[in-house]
Each structure stands twice: as structure tokens, then as C-alpha cells.
């Protein structure tokens, strides 16, 4: 089983749409937990973190659920520029403080 | 400022042999780790230096090294090359703790190898 797990879609979805990803992790040791987002043969670049009270960015809104190991991502109004891979991501805070990525969920909006 | 930069951005080898991937993380940057992705993955953590020691190794064979220069920067290396070795290797540099941002890593636009 993988340590982070996401749905590899591809989720196609018209402009204006509401979109939402899910991720699980399986080590209860993951302290830190963050989105980041890849586009195609480029490198990954962080969205944004995610925090146990839950947290907006514009139209992006991160919640993560300590209990259950599941970290959400929600997009509204999507544009097109949003297309692209989003890496769910999990960290230990103690040690080596490498992080550990999901596969990927990818992310086509359509005109 | 410049971001993190990595040489070459493309490599072609052949099975069995050896290549040397460099990275130069972002200035102030001291911690430097390195991520292979094969296609339709995520990256996967393969090593990670700090101060020129290394911290932290993910579960990669042998075949895998790399070191820290004073000058933070880094190389990986992989002997005796498989085709499975065929991947974007990325470099990440990371603040210091209790600097601005040092929750994130900040990733290079990577080294695309070829194995043939």
C-alpha cells in the first residue's frame, strides 16, 4: 500500500466548475501536509499547505482530517490555467524531514 | 534571485553506465535533496544533505550516491545504469528553520535521463 494515496483522474471539468480532490496517508507519524502542483514536464511547486483548522487561498480551500488521515483540496470558479497535476504531500516533522507524494491527480479544464 | 538550477536539463546513457546530475540550490539555501519521478508518479525521495552530511536516504539501492560541496551544492550520481533508472531527477533546496518559508522546498526544473 502507498504511504500517500490520490485518485489519478483525469478529472475533466468545464470552466466555472467546482472541483474537489481527496488524498489519504497512511503514517499517523505525518506531521506536515501540503498541495503542490506540477504542470506537464515541469517541476512541482507548492499550492499551499494544509492545516488542521482548514485554509483558503483565493479559490482554493485545503482541509485535512487528523482522525481519518484524509487531506481534501477544493478548487472553485476553475480556469484553465488550473490544469495541471495536483501532489497531495506529507511530511514527518522530526528527522529527515523528506517529503512524501501521492501520485498525482490530474486536472483538464475545458472551455 | 535565481531558483534552483540543475545540469544538465537532458541525458541519454546506456545500461551499465554512469552519470553524474548536478544541482545548485538557492542562495542562503543549506539543505539540498534530490527526488527521482518515473512517468505517472510522484516524485520519490532519494537523498537528502544538510551542512555536507547527509540526513536523511530513501529506499534506493547502492547504486545511488551523492555529496554536498561547501558551496551547498550537490551532485547524485548512479553507477551501472538499468532502464528503470529512466526518470526526472529533481533537486529541492529548503531554508533554514526559523527562516522565511522554511517549510517549503523550492525545486529545480530537473535533470530528464534516458536510459537506453
Known amino acids: 500500500r502507498k504511504e500517500v494515496e490520490q485518485d489519478p483522474g483525469p478529472f475533466n471539468v468545464p470552466e466555472g466548475a467546482t472541483v474537489a480532490f481527496n488524498c489519504t496517508y497512511s503514517?499517523?507519524?505525518?506531521?506536515?501536509f501540503f498541495w503542490y502542483r506540477q504542470d506537464c514536464r515541469k517541476e512541482p511547486k507548492l499550492l499551499m499547505s494544509?492545516?488542521?483548522s482548514g485554509n483558503e487561498d483565493g479559490r482554493f480551500t485545503a482541509q485535512l482530517n487528523r482522525a481519518s488521515q484524509y487531506i481534501s483540496l477544493l478548487i472553485r470558479d476553475s480556469k484553465l490555467s488550473d490544469s495541471a497535476t495536483y501532489l497531495c504531500?506529507?511530511?514527518?516533522?522530526?528527522?529527515?524531514?523528506?517529503?512524501?507524494f501521492g501520485s498525482g491527480t490530474r486536472l483538464q479544464v475545458q472551455p | 534571485d535565481a531558483g534552483v538550477t540543475q545540469s544538465p536539463t537532458h541525458l541519454i546513457k546506456t545500461r551499465g553506465q554512469q552519470v553524474t546530475l548536478r544541482c545548485s540550490p538557492i542562495?542562503?539555501?543549506?539543505?539540498v535533496s534530490w527526488y527521482q519521478q518515473v512517468l505517472g508518479q510522484g516524485p520519490q525521495f532519494i537523498f537528502q544533505?544538510?551542512?555536507?552530511?547527509?540526513?536523511g536516504r530513501g529506499n534506493f539501492p547502492d547504486r545511488f550516491s551523492a555529496r554536498q560541496f561547501p558551496n551547498y551544492s550537490s551532485e547524485l550520481n548512479v553507477n551501472a545504469l538499468l532502464l528503470g533508472d529512466s526518470a526526472l531527477y529533481l533537486c529541492?533546496?529548503?531554508?533554514?528553520?526559523?527562516?522565511?518559508?522554511?517549510?517549503?522546498?523550492?525545486f529545480g526544473p530537473g535533470t530528464r535521463l534516458t536510459v537506453l
Open positions: 494544509v492545516y488542521s
Open positions: 542562495s542562503g539555501h543549506k539543505s
Open positions: 503514517n499517523s507519524a505525518s506531521q506536515s
Open positions: 504531500v506529507v511530511r514527518r516533522d522530526t528527522g529527515r524531514r523528506a517529503l512524501t
Open positions: 529541492a533546496s529548503s531554508p533554514p528553520q526559523g527562516a522565511t518559508k522554511d517549510n517549503e522546498q523550492f
Open positions: 544533505y544538510y551542512e555536507k552530511e547527509e540526513r
